[in-house]
């Protein structure tokens, strides 16, 4: 069975960092990108990055672009996301969700989330 | 590119036909997705490229569309599916949603 389990969410202040990690497994993860999604309360869902199979291909939402830095790591079934420069405006849950094997943004799993709240 | 779904939220009871339209900024071709979402838990892929049902996914779930405009369809509406849907366009980058429309009971 597939399963994603987010982690490292929590309080940070702003201008501060954290790094989300996502656990991958009942799957062979090393062969499908992945992605991270986030959803302020109440609001709806904004993509935030992509990662290839082999971290050869990343992007960014403008939004976060030279803030966030999306890994990976296919030897222990890991996504991680490391946000610096945190603003309020990132305070939402933050989801991984795996891309399929014809569709890059056709999120067919996704994990149950992490919230990150910004605030001083 | 802007997707902009209607109506939200919809009202309706167990059993109704449901429909919900998204519609594009620009044409967007077939490349359209459908996600319902449960309180506290991550999105779940319904419907892919506008009219293809993800696998596992009840038959009473359909979609529509090309271009611009596109409908998800639920045939008869059942207790679970009370959530929340939301369109996504994979046309470009970055994929964008829908403001999402909250199907409420009735």
């Known amino acids: 069975?597939?399963?994603?389990?987010?982690?490292?969410?929590?309080?940070?202040?702003?201008?501060?960092?954290?790094?989300?990690?996502?656990?991958?497994?009942?799957?062979?993860?090393?062969?499908?990108?992945?992605?991270?999604?986030?959803?302020?309360?109440?609001?709806?869902?904004?993509?935030?990055?992509?990662?290839?199979?082999?971290?050869?291909?990343?992007?960014?939402?403008?939004?976060?672009?030279?803030?966030?830095?999306i890994s990976r790591d296919n030897a222990n079934n890991s996504l991680y996301l490391q946000m610096n420069s945190l603003r309020d405006e990132d305070t939402a849950v933050y989801y991984c969700a795996r891309g399929t094997s014809n569709s890059w943004y056709n999120f067919d799993y996704w994990g149950q989330g992490t919230l990150v709240t910004v605030s001083s | 590119i802007r997707l902009t779904q209607s109506p939200s939220p919809l009202s309706a009871s167990v059993g109704d036909r449901v429909t919900i339209t998204c519609r594009a900024s620009q044409s967007i071709s077939k490349y359209l997705n459908w996600y319902q979402q449960k309180p506290g838990k991550g999105p779940k892929l319904l419907i892919y490229s506008a009219s293809s049902l993800q696998s596992g996914v009840p038959s009473r779930f359909s979609g529509s569309g090309s271009g611009t405009d596109f409908t998800l369809?639920?045939?008869?509406?059942?207790?679970?599916?009370?959530?929340?849907?939301?369109?996504?366009?994979?046309?470009?980058t970055p994929p964008t949603f829908g403001g999402g429309t909250k199907v409420e009971i009735k």
């Open chain 1, 1 to 69: 069975e597939v399963e994603l389990v987010e982690s490292g969410g929590g309080l940070i202040q702003p201008g501060g960092s954290l790094r989300l990690s996502c656990a991958a497994s009942g799957f062979t993860f090393s062969t499908y990108s992945m992605n991270w999604v986030r959803q302020a309360q109440g609001k709806g869902l904004e993509w935030v990055s992509y990662i290839s199979s082999t971290s050869g291909t990343i992007y960014y939402a403008d939004s976060v672009k030279g803030r966030f830095t």
């Open chain 2, 73 to 92: 369809t639920i045939s008869s509406l059942q207790p679970e599916d009370f959530a929340t849907y939301y369109c996504q366009q994979t046309y470009n």
